[in-house]
């Protein structure tokens, strides 16, 4: 039940993120950077993302953190 579950969360993903044009304008700006240490490890096993604010997101890991960004996940 929980990989039907998982395999749902996924397409909805999928479906949600080829319906919105991304507008390349936005990424223009960006420079890359270290985002975290090269050691980590570790899966991602939950993704929520407010449906009235798209910036605010939450993420799950197996080993029991929760991280939440307001956002977007753009460092400021």
């Known amino acids: 039940m929980k990989r039907f579950f998982s395999s749902v969360l996924l397409l ?21 950077r270290s985002i975290g240490p090269g050691g980590m490890s570790g899966r991602v096993t939950a993704i ?8 605010v997101f939450y993420i799950g890991t197996a080993s029991g ?12």
């Open 12 to 32: 909805s993903i999928i479906v949600s993120m080829a319906a919105q044009p991304l507008d390349m304008e936005l990424l223009k700006g960006m420079k890359a």
């Open 48 to 55: 929520d993302v407010e449906r009235r604010n798209d910036a």
């Open 65 to 76: 953190g929760l991280w939440k960004t307001e956002n977007g996940g753009n460092e400021t």
